[in-house]
């Protein structure tokens, strides 16, 4: 989803709440209108409450609203109903469930469209964050350190190499995971799933491939992990992921890499093009990671 249905989808939730919470108290009144002597005290409030906006407030007629409203009291309590029941009681007491304050998104708001980027950035575990991460290399550390520097900046891109089973799944995951804390849109994606998603939309003609180069490129966060281990296409793969790279490169949206190959394995494996945004460390930290096969010391 694009940062718009993300948001819609979000705003969703928080009018279904608010609608649950004022429907709950439409069927209690419901229930109590039912009672004639209820409805009628009921109907000579909001006369009362008429008359009062349109020609001002007397002692005499604050009395009467103060009087009708203790009768609807007793009224709705003698129904076995507390009238506390008759007030919406929403989830959120700072916007009253409208995802709003002042104009801006409530912290409400802010929670739902975190967890569902979450739940549309195809995570592989979701544990994986830098407040979970056991890294105990000083280099690896210094490296989650520039990472997560790159998550809050929003320039440059991130290009992860390193020997398998060193981490690098993982710290892609925890920089989805801050980036959508930031309220960052974030994709996750292996590169063979990115490389049959490029053969299925070429196959599929122009508005398929134009499809999905729109949802690859308008995500504020791409990330790409295992880069090198997808088959190649010939016509196909590395003219999509050019595509893909430059176009957000022009628009200025990150994109983080991980890949087992060196730096060599990739200028050998993508032609110079392709190598020249993966590598580019003006607008890329190419960094390392080290040490064993996490997989195995376990």
Same mark, same amino acid.
Request: proline share 1%.
């Given at each position: 989803?694009?940062?718009?249905?993300?948001?819609?989808?979000?705003?969703?939730?928080?009018?279904?709440?608010?609608?649950?919470?004022?429907?709950?108290?439409?069927?209690?009144?419901?229930?109590?209108?039912?009672?004639?002597?209820?409805?009628?005290?009921?109907?000579?409030?909001?006369?009362?409450?008429?008359?009062?906006?349109?020609?001002?407030?007397?002692?005499?007629?604050?009395?009467?609203?103060?009087?009708?409203?203790?009768?609807?009291?007793?009224?709705?309590? @003698? +129904?076995? #109903?507390?009238? /506390?029941?008759?007030? =919406?009681?929403?989830?959120?007491?700072?916007? !009253?469930? &409208?995802?709003?304050?002042?104009?801006?998104?409530?912290?409400?708001?802010?929670?739902?469209? @975190? +967890?569902? #980027?979450?739940? /549309?950035?195809?995570? =592989?575990?979701?544990?994986?964050?830098?407040? !979970?991460? &056991?890294?105990?290399?000083?280099?690896?550390?210094?490296?989650?350190?520039?990472?997560?520097?790159?998550?809050?900046?929003?320039?440059?891109?991130?290009?992860?190499?390193?020997?398998?089973?060193?981490?690098?799944?993982?710290?892609?995951?925890?920089?989805?995971?801050?980036?959508?804390?930031?309220?960052?849109?974030?994709?996750?994606?292996?590169?063979?799933?990115?490389?049959?998603?490029?053969?299925?939309?070429?196959?599929?003609?122009?508005?398929?491939?134009?499809?999905?180069?729109?949802?690859?490129?308008?995500?504020?966060?791409?990330?790409?992990?295992?880069?090198?281990?997808?088959?190649?296409?010939?016509?196909?793969?590395?003219?999509?992921?050019?595509?893909?790279?430059?176009?957000?490169?022009?628009?200025?949206?990150?994109?983080?890499?991980?890949?087992?190959?060196?730096?060599?394995?990739?200028?050998?494996?993508?032609?110079?093009?392709?190598?020249?945004?993966?590598?580019?460390?003006?607008?890329?930290?190419?960094?390392?990671?080290?040490?064993?096969?996490?997989?195995?010391?376990?």
């Amino acid at each position: 989803m694009n940062k718009q249905q993300i948001l819609q989808a979000a705003q969703r939730v928080i009018d279904e709440r608010r609608y649950h919470a004022e429907e709950k108290v439409m069927h209690t009144l419901n229930v109590l209108r039912r009672d004639p002597e209820w409805a009628s005290t009921e109907q000579q409030l909001r006369a009362l409450q008429v008359d009062i906006a349109m020609h001002g407030c007397s002692d005499s007629l604050r009395e009467q609203e103060s009087a009708l409203h203790a009768r609807l009291d007793e009224l709705t309590e @003698r +129904a076995g #109903i507390s009238p /506390d029941e008759l007030t =919406p009681h929403y989830c959120c007491d700072k916007c !009253n469930d &409208t995802g709003y304050v002042d104009g801006a998104h409530c912290t409400c708001l802010q929670q739902e469209i @975190r +967890a569902i #980027i979450i739940a /549309d950035s195809d995570l =592989p575990d979701k544990t994986y964050t830098f407040e !979970n991460s &056991t890294e105990t290399d000083r280099h690896n550390k210094t490296v989650y350190r520039y990472a997560r520097e790159l998550c809050h900046d929003g320039k440059r891109n991130l290009l992860l190499v390193g020997n398998v089973g060193t981490g690098k799944t993982y710290l892609l995951t925890a920089c989805a995971s801050l980036c959508a804390q930031l309220d960052k849109s974030v994709l996750y994606i292996t590169a063979y799933s990115l490389n049959n998603a490029f053969l299925n939309a070429h196959l599929a003609g122009s508005e398929s491939k134009d499809a999905l180069l729109d949802s690859l490129t308008d995500v504020d966060i791409l990330l790409i992990d295992d880069l090198g281990t997808e088959k190649k296409y010939r016509n196909i793969s590395a003219e999509y992921l050019f595509v893909l790279l430059n176009e957000r490169m022009t628009h200025g949206r990150q994109t983080f890499i991980s890949t087992n190959f060196s730096l060599q394995d990739l200028r050998s494996a993508y032609d110079e093009r392709i190598f020249s945004r993966l590598a580019d460390q003006r607008s890329t930290l190419v960094a390392q990671l080290v040490g064993k096969d996490k997989r195995l010391s376990h």
